[in-house]
């Protein structure tokens, strides 16, 4: 453990990280390039720069180095739910809050989890010190 004792993680580095892990998880693709479908990645919200790593990837055809057929499913108030589309197959990859997931899971569906963007929860439960 000494190797990691001065290791403090940055917003930065844990979605490269993440980043870094899902393409690897795909990087088998130059060997599938003549045969694999479509990759669908299903968002949790609305296009925007919370995707930066998607969009530059697709923009700078990153992707398509690597044979594959980037796609993508917007979300927001009206769409349905990335845990959805990936249950449905209209997505192959998603964005998803850990609870949801495990609910998902617990109910029989055989999803993986590739990465975390967040190692520990911002989600909280607050109370006054007056009243905890």
Excluded: C, H
């Amino acid at each position: 453990m000494a190797l990691f004792d001065d290791f403090k993680p940055t917003r930065r580095s844990l979605l490269a990280a993440g980043g870094a892990g899902l393409l690897a998880s795909i990087l088998p693709a130059r060997v599938w390039a003549q045969t694999m479908a479509p990759l669908t990645t299903a968002f949790g919200w609305i296009s925007n720069v919370e995707y930066a790593g998607f969009w530059t990837a697709l923009e700078r055809g990153y992707f398509a180095e690597e044979g594959i057929d980037a796609r993508y499913i917007s979300g927001g108030p009206q769409a349905p739910d990335t845990l959805v589309s990936l249950a449905a197959d209209n997505a192959q990859v998603s964005t998803a809050n850990w609870l949801p997931i495990l609910d998902a899971i617990a109910q029989g569906n055989d999803f993986v989890i590739l990465g975390a963007t967040w190692q520990r929860s911002p989600a909280a439960i607050l109370s006054l010190a007056a009243k905890p």
